[in-house]
């Protein structure tokens, strides 16, 4: 078999996992994935925060005069602004669609499947 063909095949297989999750939860799984959703909203809500502790830090960089120098480190520092807010969002906008996409979209108040008994 031809060994680039092969580690290509694996790749792509990395990049798009077939794996989707057929089972219904149980109420440990249930909990589970509330947990993570709850934790990938926390890391969202402290990228903005970093985010804004640097917009405040470059302003006031920017504002100071008579230091020249200061003045580059505060657009720097909105620069670093800018990226962490992109990479914060992107980060929790790839996690939930996946999350999604393994477990499908979790209706609030209650579950996705039905329980066993039909209940």
Do not use: W
């Amino acid at each position: 078999m031809n060994t680039r063909l092969y580690r290509l095949q694996r790749k792509l297989r990395l990049m798009h996992p077939s794996f989707t999750n057929r089972s219904p939860l149980i109420l440990r799984d249930h909990l589970a994935l509330e947990r993570t959703r709850l934790s990938n909203e926390r890391t969202l809500l402290s990228y903005i925060r970093s985010s804004l502790y640097l917009l405040i830090g470059g302003i006031a960089l920017v504002q100071i005069e008579g230091y020249g120098d200061l003045r580059y480190v505060g657009y720097l520092s909105l620069l670093i602004c800018v990226i962490s807010l992109v990479v914060g969002f992107y980060r929790f906008q790839r996690l939930r669609n996946q999350l999604d996409r393994f477990y499908g979209p979790i209706k609030r108040g209650g579950t996705r499947h039905e329980t066993v008994d039909g209940g």
